[in-house]
Every structure is written in structure tokens, then in C-alpha cells.
């Protein structure tokens, strides 16, 4: 696949975290049962068969007809991502994708190898292309309450590290370099980028549309890329950091390390596999904001965790020396 991309397109070069497009691929790692998320796939399980919500069912029927285990997606469940979008706002774009477009998605999935209740459901939200987006929409908003909302702080953490980090490496090294680290399927061209995965768009993207660069922590080990008309060109991408996502918590009941810092900060410390906002780490240790708060500045103060704000929060990582003091304990 080829994006082409021109002066003006460099320009409008731009980082996204979006809980739509996680959301999305996550149903990919669920069906797939990806090792890299098996403690998430355990837990999302367990929540979608404890889901009291009597279209359970139906709901997963819809999104799992629309995300193929492998190869198709639909593209209109992951339109074009803008900045700071919430869940509820995605959504919103998704129910305004004009009909037409879901029916390219919908010729699309039919030459796919559909199996068993697919190709009924299919057949289904054919028939009805209005009332289909309502289902689509209710469908993924049940899904992402259950399996995902209740994990996306800590996804978010994750995903908005790997932006500060892409961002300090355009500042040094420039766009280039950034392209050529973010998948070895991606290849900077005199063009543009090539990406050995995927086909050509029948349709192409408006020059001059620029780029949305969006990691995607269930999108690991692949990529997944939007190149079609009249979407912004996307591509989204596995996260540094990813591979200790789901990491659990270090032990510090009676560590070396909580014997020097006092067991509060020690689990702060150790907590910090992933950045995270005051009140993450409040919720995840289950303390008073203010009490995390002091504890924070104390261990910042010592070069322990370092700040750093993306937008108008402000999260907590650890520093160097954090990192080789739990490295030696």
C-alpha cells in the first residue's frame, strides 16, 4: 500500500490517542486471543458473560461481523480521529458516516470468508441501512462500557507516553525518522510511505489531507492503516511500552524498597510501569489524591519520578534513578 504524501501533508503530521480506534481493535484481540492481552481477555470475558444487558448477544454479533478475526475492518467504526476526542464524541462520528460509506464497508465484508451467524448478520444490517448505524452505534457504546472503559486510563497512560516520546524524536531527528520507527512494515519512500500490509484504495485520500499517527495498544503485533477517501490517511501502531501493559503490580509489602521509602511511596514507585495522573495512581492504591500528591512531590524532589504534562494533565513515570533502584532491590 501506498500513502502518498505531499509537502503539505508533512505539515499536517499529528498524534492521536483515541478510544474509539482501541476499542475497535481490541474486538480483533479478543477473537484472536492475542498472549500479549490475555490478562485483559480473561477479564473482559468475565465482564461481557456477567453483562446483565439482554442484547449482549446481539451486540457482540454486530461488532464481531464488522471486525474480522483477520483481514477486513470496517472503516467506517474508525473515522477519522480529531484531537482530545472522547469516547461519546467518536461515536458520535460514527453515526453520522453517511450511509454510502457503510455500504462500501458492507460490499466489502461480503467477499469475505464470513462463517456461521456472519453472513445472517450481515444480511441484516443490509437490509435495513439506517437502522443498522443505530444497532452498530448501541453496539459499540455496550461493549466499550463493559470490556474496555474500565481499562482505558491505564491504556491512555500508556498511549500518550509513546507520543511525548515520538514527539521528542521528531524534535531531534525529524518526520523521517519517526516513519521509520514506527513498524518495520512501514517505509519511508521519496513519496510518501509504503506499507507491506493491506491493498490499494479504490478511492484515494484528498491531497493535502495530512497524517494521523495513532498507537493503538491491541493493534500489537501488526499495523492497521485508513487510506481511503474521505478520510484523513491513518495509521495506527503498537505503543513503546506496550509489552508491560497488563504487567501486574511489583510486590513491596516487605521489599528493600519499602523498608528505605516507606511502603506508600514504594507501591507509587513501583505502580509506575506505565505513566499516571495523580488521581490514576489515587484510585489504583485506593488513597486520598492529596496524600498521592505529597508523596509525588517527594519522590520527584529525589529524581525518583519525573512529571510530565500532556495537555493540561500531568502525569507521573519513573526517573532513571526510580528505574535502578527497583532494578536492584
Not at 151 to 160: D, E, H, I, K, Q
Not at 170 to 183: D, M, N, P, S, W
Request: charged share 25%; with cysteine; hydrophobic share 40%.
Amino acid at each position: 500500500m501506498q500513502i502518498t504524501l505531499t509537502s503539505e501533508d508533512l505539515t499536517k503530521v499529528h498524534f492521536e490517542a483515541s478510544p474509539l480506534w482501541e476499542t475497535v481493535t481490541s474486538l480483533r484481540a479478543l477473537q484472536a486471543g492475542t498472549p500479549l492481552h490475555r490478562p485483559w481477555i480473561t477479564e473482559a470475558r468475565q465482564r461481557i458473560s456477567a453483562s446483565g444487558d439482554p442484547l449482549s448477544r446481539e451486540h457482540l454479533r454486530v461488532l464481531t461481523t464488522l471486525v474480522q478475526p483477520k483481514g477486513f475492518i470496517a472503516d467506517s467504526l474508525t473515522p477519522t480521529p480529531t484531537r482530545a476526542d472522547t469516547f461519546a464524541e467518536a461515536l458520535d462520528a460514527v453515526a453520522e458516516v453517511p450511509a454510502e460509506l457503510w455500504a462500501r464497508d458492507f460490499d466489502c465484508l461480503e467477499k469475505c470468508q464470513l462463517v456461521g451467524y456472519m453472513r445472517a448478520t450481515l444480511t441484516e444490517l443490509r437490509a435495513d441501512p439506517e437502522g443498522s448505524v443505530g444497532r452498530i452505534v448501541a453496539a459499540l457504546r455496550w461493549y466499550w462500557t463493559t470490556a474496555l472503559e474500565p481499562y482505558w486510563p491505564r491504556l491512555r497512560s500508556v498511549l500518550l507516553a509513546d507520543i511525548d516520546s515520538r514527539l521528542d524524536d521528531l524534535a531531534r531527528y525529524g518526520i523521517q525518522e519517526v516513519f521509520k520507527t514506527l513498524h518495520p512494515s512501514v517505509r519511508p519512500t521519496d513519496t510518501g510511505l509504503e506499507i507491506t500490509r493491506g491493498c490499494e484504495a479504490t478511492e484515494r485520500p484528498k491531497p493535502g489531507s495530512g497524517l494521523i499517527l495513532v498507537p493503538n495498544a491491541f493493534v500489537w503485533p501488526n499495523t492497521l492503516v485508513l487510506n481511503i477517501a474521505p478520510f484523513v490517511p491513518t495509521i495506527t501502531y503498537a505503543p513503546r511500552g506496550v509489552g508491560r501493559l497488563w504487567e501486574a503490580t511489583r510486590e513491596t509489602r516487605e521489599s528493600p524498597v519499602s523498608r528505605l521509602l516507606g511502603r506508600t511511596r514504594a507501591q507509587i514507585l513501583a505502580q509506575l510501569d506505565v505513566p499516571m495522573t495523580t488521581t490514576q495512581l489515587a484510585c489504583a492504591l485506593d488513597l486520598a489524591a492529596g496524600t498521592v500528591n505529597a508523596h509525588l512531590k517527594v519522590l520527584a524532589e529525589s529524581g525518583l519520578t519525573e512529571p510530565v504534562r500532556a495537555g493540561r494533565e500531568v502525569f507521573y513515570q519513573r526517573g532513571r534513578v526510580g528505574e535502578e533502584l527497583l532494578a536492584r532491590a
